[in-house]
Each structure stands twice: as structure tokens, then as C-alpha cells.
């Protein structure tokens, strides 16, 4: 167990430490949006996460993703790792260099506490969150919907549906492109609202 007083996370708020440091999250999909929930959570001190994406760093991914210009061609799974265990060394990082689908969506999340939906194709995203809804019943899922362009800081809210989650505006498409600034925002909204559920519960890895 981490002494909240003795360690980096030493100004968290009280008790959340210890909740976060036995908690885990899956998070499907290492771009934009699963980088940078990824990268808070760590800091926040979450315990254990399960990361998975078949992709590798490219240099357009820099603009808004947490990677490094070295890090460019490398699995972005492993590089993702490696950035979070600078943050951490005491994370537990898993890491599947996999396509998600429907056959695999459970079975490599199905120990984790929360589930963050972070992929790009809209038809990857209805097949995910369509297996975890059916396939992991009860475990809170959180999505993003509506990241694109710059400003309109205001449009974007938090859409809470039973067990699913959906951050975003709702509307902005990508042909808008992508920008740090709000892809951030939308990662850290969606983070903060997965600290403030295992606050509010007793959940615990592998539960």
C-alpha cells in the first residue's frame, strides 16, 4: 500500500489515493483520447491498466496524442507504457498489441474495474460498446463522442446513461480535424468522471 504522505501523490485528495491504487481501467484504443486518459489516470494514481491498440506512432499523432517525436514507428501500446511508467514506475501497465473486436473486446477487459471506449472507427466503436454492454453487464463504460476542431469550450458535456458514459459535444466531425487543446479537455473530463465513480464505490481490481 502507498503512504499518501511519504509519495508524488502526496497532494491528492484524502483517501483517493488508496481507492485508486487497487483500482484498474481498461482503456480500448491508445490515440488522442486513450493516451491522454491514460496519462491522468497515472498521475491521479490509478493502480493497474489494460491498454490495447494495434497501431504504431506517426507524426501527425503528435499534435494531440502522448508521445514523443523518438517514439515515431514504435507500437503505440509500448510506447504508451514506457511514458507511463516515467510517470509511475509503480503502475501496473498491461499492454496488448491486438485488433479489438467482438471476439476479444471481453476477455481482454473483463478484470477491470471501469471500461474507457477510445477508438477512432465508428464502427469499432459500436461493435465495442456493444460487447461490453452485453458481454461485461454492470461494468461502467465510458466513451467519447464529439472531439473535433478548436474552441466552443461550453459544448462540451457529460451524457450519463446508466452504465454508460458519453463525453464530448455529440456533433463536431473529424473532417474539423483534431487539436490538442480539446482533445485534452474531453480526456481529462472523461477521466475525472471515472475517479469520481470508483470514489463513490468500493470497486477494487478485478472485481
Not at 514504435?74 to 491486438?98: C, F, G, M, Q, T
Not at 471506449?117 to 466503436?125: L, P, R
Not at 457529460?158 to 474539423?176: F, K, Y
Request: net charge negative; glycine share 10%.
Amino acid at each position: 500500500m502507498i503512504a499518501e504522505e511519504t509519495n508524488a501523490f502526496r497532494d491528492n485528495p484524502p483517501g483517493l489515493t488508496v481507492i485508486l491504487n487497487s483500482s484498474s481501467v481498461g482503456i480500448a484504443g491508445a490515440g488522442g483520447i486513450g493516451s491522454n486518459v491514460a496519462s491522468v489516470l497515472t498521475r491521479a494514481g490509478l493502480g493497474r491498466l489494460i491498454i490495447a491498440d494495434f497501431d504504431s506512432v506517426e507524426l501527425p499523432n503528435l499534435n494531440r496524442q502522448f508521445y514523443f517525436r523518438d517514439q515515431i514507428g514504435y507500437p503505440k501500446v509500448e510506447a504508451l507504457k514506457h511514458n507511463l511508467i516515467l510517470i509511475n514506475p509503480d503502475a501496473e501497465i498491461e499492454i496488448r498489441n491486438s485488433l479489438i473486436d467482438s471476439e476479444n473486446a471481453c476477455s481482454i477487459f473483463k478484470d477491470c474495474d471501469v471500461l474507457v471506449e477510445a477508438v477512432d472507427s465508428e464502427e469499432t466503436k459500436i461493435v465495442l460498446l456493444e460487447s461490453w454492454l452485453e458481454g461485461l453487464p454492470g461494468k461502467p463504460v465510458f466513451s467519447c463522442s464529439g472531439i473535433a476542431g478548436f474552441g466552443r469550450t461550453d459544448l462540451i458535456g457529460v451524457d450519463r446513461r446508466q452504465n454508460l458514459t458519453i463525453v464530448g459535444d455529440q456533433e463536431s466531425d473529424l473532417s474539423l480535424g483534431t487539436l490538442s487543446s480539446r482533445v485534452a479537455i474531453v480526456a481529462a473530463m472523461m477521466a475525472n468522471e471515472i475517479i469520481e465513480l470508483l470514489m463513490g464505490s468500493d470497486a477494487t481490481c478485478g472485481t
